[in-house]
T-cell receptor
Framework: AQKITQTQPGMFVQEKEAVTLDCTYDTSDQSYGLFWYKQPSSGEMIFLIYQGSYDEQNATEGRYSLNFQKARKSANLVISASQLGDSAMYFCAMREGLTGFKTIFGAGTRLFVKA | DTGVSQNPRHKITKRGQNVTFRCDPISEHNRLYWYRQTLGQGPEFLTYFQNEAQLEKSRLLSDRFSAERPKGSFSTLEIQRTEQGDSAMYLC?????????????FGPGTRLTVL
């Protein structure tokens, strides 16, 4: 069973506008962590934001915020005020269990920011 | 630079040859992970080390693959008798601890092309 689902293969956004990248997940663990990574064309995985399953507030990191809806098992990434440098692949990921070490990634969403 | 480093960055080889990749984690990190990323997909977990002990291997890691971390510092991933299906980006990550809340820091990856 697919554990992380990203249904948007590609997204376009106008520079300076906000964009939401969708992510749903599946787990039976009560304790888990959700992550978003950015992968530019150079290939490195850049950590953006983390949300713990017990966190009651949505995580925010600068222009990034994570819209965590636990009952729906969704963890959407919101990027505000998009910049041209935001054009990249974005991966939603999850790690299960208190001692989890295996990060499970979705297939990714390619974001294109238009000038 | 104190990030995770990987060498080589690119490797082109002929089918049937052996290849070895190296990963140097962040110096104080005792956990090390290998992932494989094929074109258009998210990374997939391959194996995990805590210090020098290899604690988990994915079923993706066939008998032709071997990973070591002899002194609990750098790690090597060897692929014997390479096949075209081995062509992928091989990513290394490290972390200070395990658990679903610990950030895994990724290296730039080694891109393998098997002709």
């Amino acid at each position: 069973a697919q554990k992380i689902t990203q249904t948007q293969p590609g997204m376009f956004v106008q520079e300076k506008e906000a964009v939401t990248l969708d992510c749903t997940y599946d787990t039976s663990d009560q304790s888990y962590g959700l992550f978003w990574y950015k992968q530019p064309s150079s290939g490195e995985m850049i950590f953006l934001i983390y949300q713990g399953s017990y966190d009651e507030q949505n995580a925010t990191e600068g222009r990034y915020s994570l819209n965590f809806q636990k009952a729906r098992k969704s963890a959407n990434l919101v990027i505000s005020a998009s910049q041209l440098g935001d054009s990249a692949m974005y991966f939603c990921a999850m790690r299960e269990g208190l001692t989890g070490f295996k990060t499970i990634f979705g297939a990714g969403t390619r974001l294109f920011v238009k000038a | 630079d104190t990030g995770v480093s990987q060498n080589p960055r690119h490797k082109i080889t002929k089918r049937g040859q052996n290849v070895t990749f190296r990963c140097d984690p962040i110096s104080e990190h005792n956990r090390l992970y290998w992932y494989r990323q094929t074109l258009g997909q998210g990374p997939e977990f391959l194996t995990y080390f805590q210090n020098e002990a290899q604690l988990e291997k994915s079923r993706l890691l066939s008998d032709r693959f071997s990973a070591e971390r002899p002194k609990g510092s750098f790690s090597t991933l060897e692929i014997q008798r390479t096949e075209q299906g081995d062509s992928a980006m091989y990513l290394c990550a490290s972390s200070l601890g395990a658990g679903n809340y610990n950030e895994q820091f990724f290296g730039p990856g080694t891109r393998l092309t098997v002709l």
